[in-house]
């Protein structure tokens, strides 16, 4: 969990960890807990984002789930918009359990 306004490069570091982490353990099930980032900025990083994610090793047969504040609401809708045109299945919470319940659940 990245807490504040994120910056670009710190955020491309934490995804690609992530991503790395998630293959070495052979899942391809993410969760983002962003509930502590300012997200306020992270529209401008949405498109960069997904179109880097592919170079380390993320694609559409992941599952993604990002979980935030209800006041971050309208920018998880952006992200989960740009992960769905790439084809990736992605879907924003705001409740933990349901996240984690929903990346459990079958494909």
């Known amino acids: 969990m990245q807490e504040g306004s994120p ?4 955020t491309t570091r934490a995804l690609a960890a992530v991503v790395k982490m998630a293959l070495e353990i052979g899942s391809k099930k993410i969760i983002i ?3 502590s980032s300012g997200l306020v900025n992270y529209y401008n990083y949405v498109v960069r984002h997904a179109e880097l994610l592919p170079s380390i090793g993320f694609d559409g047969s992941f ?9 971050q609401v309208d920018v998880m809708d952006f992200i989960v918009s ?3 045109n790439r084809g990736w299945t992605v879907r924003r919470f ?8 929903w990346l459990a659940g079958p494909a």
Request: proline letters at 4%.
């Open 7 to 10: 910056l670009f490069d710190e």
């Open 33 to 35: 807990d962003a509930r």
């Open 63 to 71: 599952r993604s789930a990002i979980v935030g504040l209800p006041e």
């Open 82 to 84: 740009v992960g769905r």
């Open 94 to 101: 705001v409740d933990m359990e349901e996240a984690t319940r």
